[in-house]
Nanobody, 117 residues
Framework: QVQLVESGGGLVQPGGSLRLSCEAS????????ISWYRQAPGKERELVAS???????SYADSVKGRFTISRDNAKNTVYLQMNSLKPEDTAVYYC???????????WGQGTQVTVSS
């Protein structure tokens, strides 16, 4: 079993920044990918950013150039740096991963991000 715990959400004004953290209960070196999803009220959950074992990343078009996904292997933590936030970024953000050897999928509990003036 892997537990994922998100933190760092909150209320921010448009144009502001937040950094989300996703701490795993086990080494993230055996997880691929590690991703951030989000779900806004009344909408389907969407993929925001992914980080792969080789170090490559991918982003949704809506966040390219504004969001950055990164990792700290020593802390078993993945981050999502969100800059130039817009009201449409408001959502619950979830951390997701798949364990390499078991191919089991894991989700965090989510953290709320609200962008509003």
């Amino acid at each position: 079993q892997v537990q994922l715990v998100e933190s760092g959400g909150g209320l921010v004004q448009p144009g502001g920044s937040l950094r989300l953290s996703c701490e795993a209960s086990r080494s993230i070196l055996v997880m691929n990918p590690i991703s951030w999803y989000r779900q806004a009220p009344g909408k389907e959950r969407e993929l925001v950013a992914s980080l792969f074992i080789g170090g490559s990343t991918s982003y949704a078009d809506s966040v390219k150039g504004r969001f950055t996904i990164s990792r700290d292997n020593a802390k078993n933590t993945v981050y999502l740096q969100m800059n130039s936030l817009k009201p449409e970024d408001t959502a619950v953000y979830y951390c997701y991963t798949r364990e390499v050897f078991t191919r089991n999928d894991y989700w965090g509990q989510g953290t709320q991000v609200t962008v509003s003036s």
